[in-house]
């Protein structure tokens, strides 16, 4: 078995996909990275939302705003809506997983706010919901997919930010899922804190 050249691949093929998500995906970071600092900069929260490696991805977002990024400031206001175990399996059991994120933002959205929905196949029906409650809201959303983007394609307003890593393998789109996120925290506290 040869896992030497396997590795070499998993981090040819990372980079690959890194130079095509750098060339395709700086502009809409722009305006995901201005998007989130008007509603923060009004009082407004984040929603954040994905399954499985993208519900780890939701919660170490929304961790780097109430908790703290690089450096140093204030707490700024989020919820991840896959952490908490209660609501989920109370909602998922009483009226089906697929209202698991949208119930919440149900409850706790307000105009203003932004879902971060986080899927890389575009498909996820509980993440598809959840922007369905949001655009009913006026809640702008950030998407974080790959894979061309799937159902998000027919479902994102123009209002809306879709970032859609150029890839059709979830690790990888994964990977740069994380990094995408990395990038608004910095665009957020450059925006607070200066250069
Ligand atoms: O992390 C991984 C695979 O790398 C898995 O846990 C993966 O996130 C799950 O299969 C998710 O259910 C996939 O959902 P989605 O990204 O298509 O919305
Ligand atoms: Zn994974």
């Known amino acids: 078995m040869d896992f030497s050249h396997r590795i070499s691949q998993h981090f040819e093929e990372n980079n690959n996909a890194l130079t095509l998500s750098a060339e395709q995906l700086n502009a809409p970071l722009v305006t995901a ?13 984040v929603l954040a939302c994905g399954n499985g490696g993208s519900a780890a991805d939701a919660q170490h977002f929304i961790a780097e705003l109430v908790g703290r990024f690089e450096r140093e400031r204030k707490p700024l206001p989020g919820i991840a809506l896959n952490t908490d175990t209660s609501i989920l399996t109370a909602v998922g059991n009483d009226y089906g997983y697929n209202t698991v994120f949208s119930r919440q933002v149900e409850a706790l959205g307000v105009s203003g706010d932004v879902l971060v929905a986080i899927t890389t196949s575009g498909n996820s029906t509980n993440v598809i919901e959840a922007i369905k409650v949001a655009h009913e809201k006026g809640i702008r959303v950030i998407a974080l997919s790959g894979k061309k983007g799937g159902a998000l394609n027919q479902l ?15 690790m990888r789109i994964q990977e740069i899922h994380i990094l995408l996120l990395h990038i608004l925290c910095d665009g957020i506290d450059l925006h607070l804190l200066g250069d």
């Not at 990275?33 to 407004?44: E, F, M, P, R, V």
């Open 156 to 170: 994102l307003n123009p209002s809306d930010i879709h970032l859609c890593v150029p890839h059709d393998r979830t």
């Open 33 to 45: 990275t201005q998007c989130l600092i008007q509603a923060l900069d009004k009082g407004n929260k």
